[in-house]
């Protein structure tokens, strides 16, 4: 798609009179070609007509900008002619006149005669004849925003903007108009941008439908792309077998923001006074290279530099009692497989939905999938090779470890093995099992491989049991690996203490990310109170090349371990649906048909943002534009469902509405 | 000053001034003039400083409007100098120009002026977002934006303001002419008192109010013409 009007990374904050800041719009980034209908939906309050107004320059961005055929936009101008509202004719003009007060201006250069007939063209186009001389007092709503279609067509605009055009109008007068305005636009092939908050208004003229979720910090939520062909008649567009899906979809994503608006309100009460709510922190850790930052926050004094002065880190045996430790509010926060807290918010396990928070990755890569050294004997060298000795050996159980259901070690390797032809639940058998009890178990002979992180593949390798067939890296890199997971009742009871400790944590994120630091890393982690291994198993990657077999040739893995570099703490939320869409795959737990919903409350862009900003670091999310793992499979974040669709598995795929605020109101 | 005169009966300044409600055109030189006439002198001097005033009222009104900082310190010194009655700039006036007619004339201009200015900022300031948006769209220039937006724009403002402003200036003339003689409604009314000749001043009195009506139809009625209403 060639980019025609580019909304490039758009924040709108306005200043309030009591010294504080109010976000209105934030990180709207859109790309529009040339004579596409692009409507904007979603409550009012939501932004969308600032939105408007800052493509038609009458209003400036305060971050990003908007480009129309690459240039920057930063005044108004009649190239982005907008059809206001409320018609915004001059009262003192005539139908004419009103016309006129453009074409003169715009058209200066050309002869009197000349403008006269591009006056009167328009007049007949949007069929004024007869009212021409009349003043607007005289004219109808309808017949007033015709003047202003005119007004604005009669320019020749390259983008025409309209903002809730035919919301005063009588049901008639608006289907008539929005043919007669979907016509004028295909014929002149205009680029358009309309505002509405009519769902059948949107589905009848657009082409794509870009619904924004709630103020403040509204966004993209969901694009929608209407794929009835045109030309579309008003009658028989509904006739279309999508249009009523597609109008569901509208439907829903705005009850959904209904319900985000009414919790936010709740939420409002909870806002505690100055300084932090709680100093004495318990926070969950397990025994793997990627719980660095959180060692050196302590080890670094970066949670006190916060005000954080007693932070236990507490070190858990396995992913469960993390789990167990979140739920009974034994720890206030934990270092979490980047599934689960949205695993624990859908009611993972048929336990009901508990809403856990993430504002903050901690890691990305760092795993690898362990084989046993006695399949590389066999000539399993490969993806292909390992599908070929299944093929070959049929009678036979292979097991794997993993080590929690909404790892992303169980997601990948399910994804990569599934890749081959490998059904991950019938092919082969998958057993949660501990991170550092991997190595014992594949030494027994009780798996044939596993996917964990390290250091626990590097001790394999070097000790000669396994070998890594394949790293993270190969499958999807920069994935998110351990995020920060807290209850969201406990952010909404301690804000403040929450901000300090992501605060502390980004900082400590940077420490970890900086090659000269990695050696001081190495020795804290080395301690007894963290991994409490060799320091030789933990360098591979972290410091050193990685080596995948014993005796290999090592390579250089760039960003084995990312903790903080492109933004890498960024909890994203196109990575947060394909966690979704990877969980219901396997049957772990439903697709949310609420996805918006879900995601928006687990991935708190706000509460990352706002601690970033505090720290004076980018504050943005990455684009949320489609995008691919190793296998080259698209995945479009406004369609999660067609690509679940698209993908293998032998799980019935379930949609289903999840309810998170019924425990909410419990806890708070 | 003797007895006070008493109040004639309506009858009685019927009959009294039946020769001045048929002769309004009679003129016997000096201040001995018609009805007719004494009221076109006043109107004279009214037409000429309500003139001035609307002029240099309408061009300060939106050059305050248009700056809200100009605006917000100079409104309050309007606001202090429109209670100040029209009769007290006089003497400043006699003071300072010497001579009788053109302080008249500027009694009336200072009257007539404040709600002319005030009226004029706030239709300035009120011109609706929408016309500045639509103005900003086409990129009209300055002089384009004044007199195709703003000044159609404010004209409702502008107009109610001189409407106060001609009653103001009616006002003031004729207790000016009272003070100051010579040929006018005012000092026929000062006249008449002098003259003990109740029945006239009664007349005059209801000329005056008559004409004040009248002027105040009249800037209605070309306001009417010249603004155009949304609704």
């Known amino acids: ?668 | 000053m003797g007895d006070k005169p008493a109040l004639p009966p309506p009858t009685k300044v019927f009959s009294d001034t039946l020769e001045l409600i048929i002769n309004p055109f009679f003129d016997n030189g000096g201040t001995d003039k018609g009805l007719f006439w004494q009221i076109w002198a006043s109107l004279q001097r009214v037409g000429l400083g309500f003139s001035l005033s609307a002029i240099v009222g309408v061009g300060l009104g939106i050059l305050i409007g248009s700056n809200a900082k100009i605006y917000s310190a100079i409104d309050p010194i309007f606001q202090v100098l429109r209670t100040v009655p029209p009769l007290a700039w006089l003497p400043i006036s006699l003071a300072a120009l010497k001579e009788n007619e053109p302080s008249a004339i500027f009694v009336i201009f200072i009257t007539a002026i404040w709600p002319i200015i005030i009226n004029t900022a706030v239709g300035v300031q009120q011109v609706p977002q929408d016309y500045r948006n639509v103005s900003r769209v086409l990129q009209l220039s300055k002089r384009e934006y004044f007199f195709s937006i703003l000044l159609p724009a404010a004209a409702p403002y502008i107009f109610s303001g001189l409407r106060i402003g001609i009653g103001l200036a009616w006002l003031a003339i004729v207790a000016a002419e009272m003070l100051l003689g010579g040929v006018g409604i005012g000092f026929f009314i000062w006249d008449a008192w002098n003259s003990s000749l109740i029945s006239e001043i009664i007349l005059a009195l209801i000329y005056i109010g008559l004409v004040g009506l009248l002027l105040d139809r009249f800037v209605g009625l070309v306001s009417q013409l010249v603004v155009a209403e949304d609704k």
């Open chain 1, 1 to 668: 798609m060639s980019v025609f009007v580019g909304i490039d990374h758009i924040d709108k904050v306005f200043n309030l009179s009591n010294g504080g800041k109010y976000i209105a719009l934030k990180n709207i980034d859109l790309k529009i070609a040339q004579g596409e209908f692009v409507t904007l939906i979603g409550h009012s309050g939501c932004g969308k007509s600032t939105l408007l107004n800052i493509l038609a320059g009458l209003d400036a961005p305060s971050q990003g900008g908007v480009l129309l055929e690459g240039r920057q936009v930063t005044k108004p101008g009649p190239d982005r002619m907008v059809v206001f509202q409320n018609y915004s004719l001059l009262p003192w003009l005539t139908v004419r006149e009103n016309i006129a007060l453009g074409v003169n201006k715009v058209y200066a250069a050309l002869p009197q005669g000349e403008r006269r007939g591009i006056i009167e063209q328009h007049i007949d186009l949007v069929g004024l004849r007869h009212a021409a001389d009349k003043k607007p007092k005289e004219l109808s709503g309808g017949m007033k925003q015709r003047v202003s279609i005119a007004r604005a067509l009669a320019l020749k605009p390259k983008v025409l903007l309209l903002d809730e055009p035919f919301g005063a109008l009588d049901a008639l007068t608006r289907g008539n108009l929005q043919e007669r305005l979907m016509q004028i636009c295909q014929e002149n092939n205009v680029t358009c941008v309309m505002v509405t908050h009519d769902v059948d208004e949107a589905l009848l003229l657009s082409d794509r439908v870009v619904m924004l979720t709630n103020g403040p910090e509204s966004h993209v939520g969901q694009i929608l792309e209407v794929n009835i062909p045109r030309p579309r008649k008003r009658l028989e567009v509904v006739k279309h077998p999508n249009y009523y899906s597609l109008r569901n979809e509208m439907i829903y994503f705005l009850n959904q923001q209904k319900r985000a608006k009414y919790r936010r309100k709740q939420q409002l009460i909870a806002v505690a006074g100055h300084g932090l709510e709680k100093v004495n922190l318990d926070i969950g850790f397990i025994p793997l290279t990627d719980c660095a930052p959180l060692a050196i926050a302590k080890e670094k004094g970066l949670f006190a530099k916060y005000g954080l002065e007693q932070v236990t880190l507490s070190r858990e045996p396995n992913w469960k009692t993390v789990v167990e430790g979140i739920r009974d509010q034994r720890l206030d926060a934990a270092q979490m497989v980047a599934g689960m807290p949205l695993s624990l918010t859908l009611g993972l396990d048929k336990k009901a939905p508990l809403p856990v928070v993430t504002s903050l990755v901690l890691s990305r890569n760092g795993n690898a999938i362990t084989l046993s050294k006695a399949l590389y004997d066999k000539g399993v060298h490969s993806l292909s090779d390992f599908k070929a000795y299944l093929d070959n050996n049929p009678g036979q159980t292979h097991r794997f470890g993993i080590v929690h259901p909404s790892s992303m070690h169980n997601l990948l390797l399910r994804y990569w093995l599934a890749s081959a032809g490998i059904d991950p639940d019938r092919d082969v058998e998958l057993n949660v099992i501990p991170p550092p009890q991997m190595v014992a178990n594949l030494k027994e002979g009780n798996i044939d491989g596993y996917c964990v992180g390290e250091p626990w593949n590097s001790r394999a390798i070097q000790e000669g049991v396994g070998y890594a067939i394949a790293t993270d890296l190969d499958i999807w890199p920069s994935h998110p690996e351990k995020v920060l997971g807290i209850r969201e009742d406990w952010i909404n009871r301690y804000p403040k203490t929450h901000l300090a400790l992501v605060k502390a944590l980004i900082e400590a994120c940077e420490y970890c990310e900086d090659r000269r630091n990695r050696e001081e890393v190495l020795e804290v982690l080395a301690r007894p109170e963290y991994v409490g291994v060799d320091p030789v198993y933990l360098r591979p990657g972290l410091i050193d090349p990685y080596q995948k077999l014993k005796d290999a040739e090592p390579e250089v893995i760039h960003r084995f371990n990312q903790f903080y570099a492109n933004q890498s703490t960024c909890p994203g939320r196109a990575e947060g649906l394909w966690i979704l869409t990877q969980l219901a795959r396997w049957g772990m737990t439903p697709f949310p048909k609420n996805w918006v919903e879900i995601i928006e409350r687990t991935r708190r862009i706000d509460l990352y943002g706002e601690a970033a900003r505090q720290l004076g670091l980018p504050d943005a999310e990455p684009d949320r534009d489609p995008f691919a793992l190793f296998d080259g499979v698209m995945f479009n974040p406004d369609e999660p469902v067609s690509y679940l669709r698209r993908l293998d598995t032998s799980h019935e795929l379930l949609i289903q509405e999840i309810d998170l605020d019924a425990p909410l109101t419990l806890a708070a």
